[in-house]
Antibody, heavy 118, light 110 residues
Framework: LQLQASGSGLVKPSQTLSLTCAVS??????????WSWIRQPPGKGLEWIGY???????YYSPSLKSRVTTSVDKSKNQFSLTLSSVTAADTAIYYC???????????WGQGTLVIVSS | QTVVTQEPSFSVSPGGTVTLTCGLS?????????PTWYQQTPGQAPRTLIY???TRSSGVPDRFSGSILGNKAALTITGAQADDESDYYC??????????FGGGTKLTVL
């Protein structure tokens, strides 16, 4: 199983960040797994953003819930993240990962850097 | 929101044993939080070391072990090697589908 995150690398403040995670090696609909987003500001620690099941059921971090939306596209075997009203504090490497349990993420994608700047 | 605490940094001599901990700003960590530990080297995505408190992930050397020590989760590295020099993160399941990472521990082997 491999995951590959991609999307907008540079986003202007107040705009919306959009990322996609392509899943290969297994169907996004198989098993009871969920699919998660985690981010890491440069030089700082990890922050869980949320996860989505292939059924579309979602769970988000309370601190980001008001700005986060995730979706699944089974036909393309991928899932997506949008984060609205971004600020410089949203600059980070964004990782996608399969969640085998609520806090066991494996494997992880390689991460994609998103910079929020005008 | 409850903060998950980790030592910011730690050092260990090659061949030595080190125990990193994962606590809560309020309360005690128990197995119900299903502590999970990740190792991250610079420029790489994290990899799972331990999940569900004490289960080693596939391919992880048995010098890594997880446990509950007192009121904290613990990751013990026995016989530290140079390539164990990494950042280590714990993550706890807080219930209600909420997950919180600790701030990470930077481990130096020297």
């Amino acid at each position: 199983l491999q995951l590959q995150a991609s999307g907008s690398g540079l986003v202007k403040p107040s705009q919306t960040l959009s990322l996609t995670c392509a899943v290969s090696g297994d169907s996004i609909s198989s098993g009871s797994y969920s699919w998660s987003w985690i981010r890491q500001p440069p030089g700082k620690g990890l922050e869980w953003i949320g996860y989505i099941y292939h059924t579309g059921r979602t769970y988000y971090s309370p601190s980001l819930k008001s700005r986060v939306t995730t979706s699944v596209d089974k036909s393309k075997n991928q899932f997506s993240l949008t984060l609205s009203s971004v600020t410089a504090a949203d600059t980070a490497i964004y990782y996608c990962a399969r969640a085998l349990t609520p806090n066991w993420f494996d494997p992880w994608g390689q991460g994609t850097l998103v910079i929020v700047s005008s | 929101q409850t903060v998950v605490t980790q030592e910011p940094s730690f050092s260990v001599s090659p061949g030595g044993t080190v125990t990193l901990t994962c606590g809560l700003s309020s309360g005690s960590v128990s197995t119900s939080y299903s502590p999970t530990w990740y190792q991250q080297t610079p420029g790489q995505a994290p990899r799972t070391l331990i999940y569900n408190t004490d289960t080693r992930s596939s391919g992880v050397p048995d010098r890594f072990s997880g446990s509950i020590l007192g009121n904290k989760a613990a990751l013990t590295i026995t016989g530290a090697q140079a390539d164990d020099e990494s950042d280590y993160y714990c993550v706890l399941y807080m219930g209600n589908y909420n997950v919180v990472f600790g701030g990470g521990t930077k481990l130096t082997v020297l």
